[in-house]
């Protein structure tokens, strides 16, 4: 139970909430040793599977907690809901903007932001502390549900991918060379109210760990320019993980894509953690874990876009072992998928690629 303090409420630890032995296994992989058994870390997408562990469950949170716990996942960075197969074609009309399931996911189809004269008159009103630490303690609701086989990691945007993802990428093109300073304006006011609520976590001391989630790549190349991105990404994210670096907690930080240049930036912006590292964006996992392996720790890392869904379980198994052999000896990795398990992957690879994750991550490895 929180004790309202009238500043920051107390809660439990995580440690003190979750099992001991998963714990362990994921703060000694987090400090590059290796524990009993790889951590899985992952997001799973799949309506069936939510079926076959909640049949009929209809709150997220206790749906995610039997699903993940059921899997045996050590780590999560949401609490999920998949979409049944009759909601396909379903729009959903939010108020500024409407999203429509296409291929059991949410996609948006009309954005907030639609204009030009809407990006300058776009306007960001600061959070507040009381709303940060209302934020923490809905978190810290889920977080306990999840417990104690699945440790949930609070995760967050930094501001780069919410302020294109209000517009889509084709204006915010245009608005970098046309309205640089509204872009900038949107990004810093977005990243101050994210930074707000890292510091009420930082505050909480409620997770060793903390996700920033901003996608920043695609295949082969980062979505803009490294100058852009000196420029309006990696300031911001330096300022989101100073909280969280000062107070201890390790930042894992996500982005789909290529990633191979960004590594250095990373690291300099108090960033200890990478996910998800998918292989057919062109990232090479044996050589960050040759490169990086001391200072990075490697989180997903098994391809969700062919291997898990069009693969037979005797590729998934494979695959499995393949990953530890690149990137497990030595702890700081958490095996997980390049982004999540989607929903086209059958049932049969979902369990058996979290069984050979069980299976052949046992320390010390005989892959």
Known sequence: MAEDTGRQASYPSGEDIMDPRVYERCMTALNHEEPDRVPIWDLVDSWPTYQHFAPGETDPVVATAKVFNGLGIDMCRSIYMPQPPEAEGAEHDHGSSVTKVSGQTHWMVEYPIKTPEDIANWDCPPITEEQARDEVAGWVRARDAMAPQTMLVPCQGMGFHAAYGMMGLTLFSYALYDQREHIERIIDN??????????????????????????????????VSMETLEELFFPYLTRMCEPLVNAGIEVIYHTDGYVMDIIDGLLDAGVTGLNPLEPLAGNDIAAMKKRYGDNLVLVGGMDCSQLLPLGTVRDVREGVKQLLRD???????????????????????????????HDFGRYPLRV
């Open 327 to 357: 990137a497990g000896h030595g702890g700081g990795l958490f095996i997980g998928s390049s982004s999540e398990v989607v929903p086209a992957t059958p049932v049969e690879n979902i369990f058996a690629f979290y069984e050979a994750c």
């Open 190 to 223: 977005l990243n101050q109210r994210y930074t707000q609520v890292a510091r009420a976590y930082a505050e909480a001391q409620v997770c060793p760990m903390h996700f920033i989630g901003d996608d920043i790549a695609y295949k082969n190349r980062t979505l």
